[in-house]
């Protein structure tokens, strides 16, 4: 069995050595050292350039390197007869959700203010807001939502969810389908973005949908760039209506040197590492499914190429 990988942002030599730990057996082949393209059993791949999944004719699993796969469906020539399965880690999800936590509470603690005053020696008293006076609206309530929403609970914030269907998680007030989406925006102090990047989602983001937001609200988005239309954004933030933004994803990344966001004194910028795949905790899900393809037994972690996540 033959599996190639390729990615520009994983070290895939290191993800080679883990699945090769893993099973030795294995035929891994790196990017562009690809030998006969019929040989490929199975594509373990991020952002792959287009056309190449569909060069191997006898590919039998796509196995995407992260829990989104809109950069493998961005190729319009993705085989779509050959199962796509992505991560679900529970490390990973930990990690979202200490990312949601932290600018969630640095914004709650008005730290960005606090910080100011200390730079410019200004002891200032703020009064604080309790928690349960602000509401933490979830866009995507999956995998990483779902646990993000549940650890914000315990700390008091008041949490709302929207999805594509109705959920029932403990605390969390459900909104779904677009029909419900202004009435979720118009009640969001934060709105946390943790949608998958789909025809349906891209620009969610974006002057009518920030205009829903109270005032002084804050997003922080940690799906992907395109879920947010930038201009709109910056319109939002240069007019006070948002107080601020946490960004981790952008349309174009890395971000270029010359984007707003950078020196934006409002905006937080992080280099797309609010959750990451480490090899050593993910490879086993990787090679449990090219076990399950091995043996004829369900895949799992498939993406429904229809819904587009
Ligand atoms: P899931 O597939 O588990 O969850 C997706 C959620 O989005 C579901 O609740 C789904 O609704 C909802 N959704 C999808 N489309 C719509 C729509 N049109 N309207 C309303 N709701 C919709 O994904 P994960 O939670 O695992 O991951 C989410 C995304 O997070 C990834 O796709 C990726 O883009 C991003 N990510 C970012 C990382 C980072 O480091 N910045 C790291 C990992 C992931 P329903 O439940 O009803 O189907
Ligand atoms: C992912 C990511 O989708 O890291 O896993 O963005």
Redesign the pocket.
Known sequence: MALLIYSKNHPVADWGAAIAKLAPDLDIRLYPEIGDPADIDVALVWKPPPGLLQSLPNLKLIQSF?????GILADPNVPRHVPLA?I?DGR??V??SE?VLLHVLRYHRQMETMLQNQRNRTWRWLPPVDASERIIGI????????DAAKKLLPFGFQVI?????L?AVDGVTSF???EH?DGFLKLCNVLVC?????P??RG?INRRTLSLLPRGAYLIN???GGHVVEADLLHALDSDWLSGATL??FNEEPLPPESPFWTHPKVTVTP??????IPAHVAPQIVDNIRRLQKGQPILRLVDYE???
């Not at 992260?66 to 809109?70: C, E, I, L, S």
Request: glycine fraction near 20%; proline fraction near 2%.
């Open positions: 992260g829990a989104g796969v809109d992505r679900v990973l999800t990690g979202m990312y866009m995507g309530m999956g995998t990483l939502g779902t969810g929207w999805s594509r269907s959920k779904h389908g677009d989406l943790l949608l998958p990047l789909t349906q989602t969610i940690a799906g992907r981790d994803v797309h590492n609010a959750a990451d795949s819904r587009g996540y």
